[in-house]
């Protein structure tokens, strides 16, 4: 009875909770406070991590991501929406991206920055260094009914991670962010129509670092296959800027506004993680060690068989010039 009672009893205690409790990146509902609302977050593989060598190993099996109906037509559209958090747009379930074994569908995509003062807001960094911005293209395992179902499964997930940073204009994005002023405050949303989707990618697909991770924002379920794109894409400052500037946490009604900037995740411990690399790391100083002790091994080779070949060539000339003589000899016997 006792052991029934006490669960029943702390429920109405945890909904009361849940609904107070607005979680945040800053003030008294930032991250160190959401493991007391969301067990998870607390808890073991979570995200985002540094991606720095020590805990970085080639795996020869991992394959370019493959991305399947991502050109999306013109008469198809997305919805842009405010939630408070970051800015997201829902994608198609005609969208989906293959990482064997499994097909997982596209559910959503979001952004996180920094701000003006300080534009490095990516959460995952390379080495130590943290980007202006990354893009989360958020799937679900085909094998679940949906995002809301699959996030609860460990193998639930799949998130592409793709970092930016400032460069040369991007016309792709630029579609979703000219669209920013329309969702500057929660709760509003926009359309956007279809276009090709990879082109928020890098180029290359198959540089990627891989590794079993969570979301990165409450409830931190950790059940995200992470694959995050080893080359940046560009976007112009002025782009940057745009999303760093056009967007508030509260909604249109609100005396106070709060502006949404620094919407990223501090790094979390890797734990007993390893994370897979889908292409060399160091791979111009492992192949110029290669190359050295191939040209030293070659020219040895190389060496030792000429050697061969001059001493053996001698002996056959010496032979033949035997065999001559012999032969002299024998004609001359014979004349
Ligand atoms: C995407 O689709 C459009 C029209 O549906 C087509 O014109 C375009 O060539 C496609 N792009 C790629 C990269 O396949
Ligand atoms: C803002 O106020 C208007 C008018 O009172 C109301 O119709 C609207 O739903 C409110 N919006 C939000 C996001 O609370
Ligand atoms: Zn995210």
Known sequence: MFTLLLPLL??????????????AYSGENGETSWPTKYGFCGGVHQSPLDFHHSILQ??????????????????DYFTLSNNGHTVSMSL???????????????????FHWGNLA???????????????????V????????????AMNAADGLAVLGILLEVGSFHSS???????????????????????????????????????????????????????VF??????????????????????GNSTVTEEMINNYRQLQNKGDRIVSVSFREGVVLAVALASVLGVVVITGVTCY????????????????VYKAAMVAEENTSKV
């Open 173 to 227: 994005y630029d579609g979703i962010l000219t669209r920013l002023v329309n969702v500057k405050y929660k709760g509003q949303n926009a359309l956007i129509p279809g276009f090709n989707l990879q082109t928020l990618l890098p180029t290359r697909l198959d540089e990627f670092y891989r590794y079993e991770g969570s979301l990165t924002t409450p409830p931190c379920n950790p059940s995200v296959l992470w694959t």
């Open 92 to 110: 198609l379930p005609t969208m989906s991206i293959e990482i064997p074994p499994f097909t997982y569908i596209a559910s959503s995509l979001h």
């Open 10 to 23: 702390s429920i109405p205690a945890a909904w009361a909770a849940s609904d107070d409790y607005h979680w």
């Open 138 to 149: 958020v799937h679900y395992n085909s094998k679940y009914a949906d995002v809301a179902t």
């Open 305 to 320: 068989l000429c050697n061969r070949k001059r001493r053996g060539k001698k002996n056959e000339k010496k032979m033949v």
């Open 230 to 251: 080893r080359n940046p894409v560009f976007i112009s400052l002025e782009q940057l800027q745009s999303l760093e500037t056009a967007l508030y946490c509260t909604d």
């Open 58 to 75: 080639y795996d020869s099996t991992l394959y370019p991501i493959r991305l399947q109906g991502y050109n999306v037509s013109t008469t």
């Open 118 to 136: 300080h534009p490095k807001g990516s959460e995952h960094c390379i080495g130590g260094k943290r980007f202006a911005a990354e893009v989360h």
